[in-house]
């Protein structure tokens, strides 16, 4: 499974930014996809997940409320939809896919537990 993700950028505080992330491959085995981020010198923080198969969705408290995960299935594409930005959110935004399946949704919050990962797309929210 190939991750492409793109559409970061450089806003103001307040603002909205959409991230997007097409799927391509074997995507038949993707079972969940998500977004992580990252500041230089911290692990990997997750930041939301969606089921493939179905609506499921999970957001770390950071992004409840101010963040939207969704996709697109006849487009393999997963979006981000971020709004009221903080310059707390700039960060390096990663997709990733999980072909496992686990029982309970706290699995899919470790970024250990995905297998795939696209390229990181870079968000900088200026106050």
């Known amino acids: 499974v190939q991750l492409q993700a793109s559409g970061g950028g450089s806003v103001q505080a307040g603002e909205s930014l959409r991230l997007s992330c097409v799927a391509s491959?074997?995507?038949?085995?993707?079972?969940?996809m998500a977004w992580f981020r990252q500041v230089p010198g911290a692990e990997r923080e997750f930041v939301a997940n969606?089921?493939?198969?179905?609506?499921?969705?999970d957001y770390a408290d950071s992004a409840k409320g101010r963040f939207t995960i969704s996709r697109d299935n006849a487009e393999n594409t997963v979006y981000l939809e971020m709004s009221s930005l903080k310059p707390d959110d700039t960060a390096v935004y990663y997709c990733?896919?999980?072909?496992?399946?686990?029982?309970?949704?706290?699995?899919?919050?470790?970024?250990?537990?995905?297998?795939?990962w696209g390229q990181g797309t870079q968000v900088t929210v200026s106050s």
């Open positions: 969606i089921r493939w198969r179905y609506s499921g969705t």
């Open positions: 491959g074997r995507t038949m085995i993707v079972d969940t």
């Open positions: 990733a896919a999980s072909s496992r399946n686990y029982k309970f949704i706290s699995p899919y919050r470790v970024s250990r537990n995905y297998n795939y």
